[in-house]
């Protein structure tokens, strides 16, 4: 049975930093792209950031580059978000998720097939 379970989530105030982890189990994820989703209330889960099994290649939103870093530890099976300068609008569920299709990055939540339960960042002003 496939499990990614998140960890880290928290209260925090604006320019507060943060290190959210997932830890996958049930397979090994071998050339899976691995994600962090988040979702406001209201709004479309979106992606985050996202990592190559290799972890050469990344992906990061528009609204998190430069604030938020992916890494993966393959033979731990765990991905992590550090996540500094926090702003009032990066509240939301984050959400670990792992690719379907190997050996790309999607930025598409359907392309996604594992997920995490999810766990809540808020940060206050």
């Known amino acids: 049975q496939v499990q990614m379970v998140e960890s880290g989530g928290g209260l925090v105030q604006a320019g507060d930093s943060l290190r959210l982890s997932c830890a996958a189990s049930?397979?090994?994820?071998?050339?899976?792209?691995m994600g962090w989703f988040r979702q406001a209330p209201g709004k479309e889960r979106e992606l985050v950031a996202a990592?190559?099994?290799?972890?050469?290649?990344?992906y990061y939103s528009d609204s998190v580059k430069g604030r938020f870093t992916i890494s993966r530890d393959n033979a731990k099976i765990t991905v992590s978000l550090q996540m500094n300068s926090l702003k009032p609008e990066d509240t939301a569920v984050y959400y670990c998720?792992?690719?379907?299709?190997?050996?790309?990055?999607?930025?598409?939540?359907?392309?996604?097939?594992?997920w995490g339960q999810g766990t809540q960042v808020t940060v206050s002003s």
């Open positions: 049930g397979r090994t994820f071998s050339g899976a792209t």
């Open positions: 998720a792992a690719a379907r299709e190997l050996w790309v990055l999607p930025k598409n939540r359907n392309e996604y097939e594992y």
């Open positions: 990592v190559t099994w290799s972890g050469v290649s990344t």
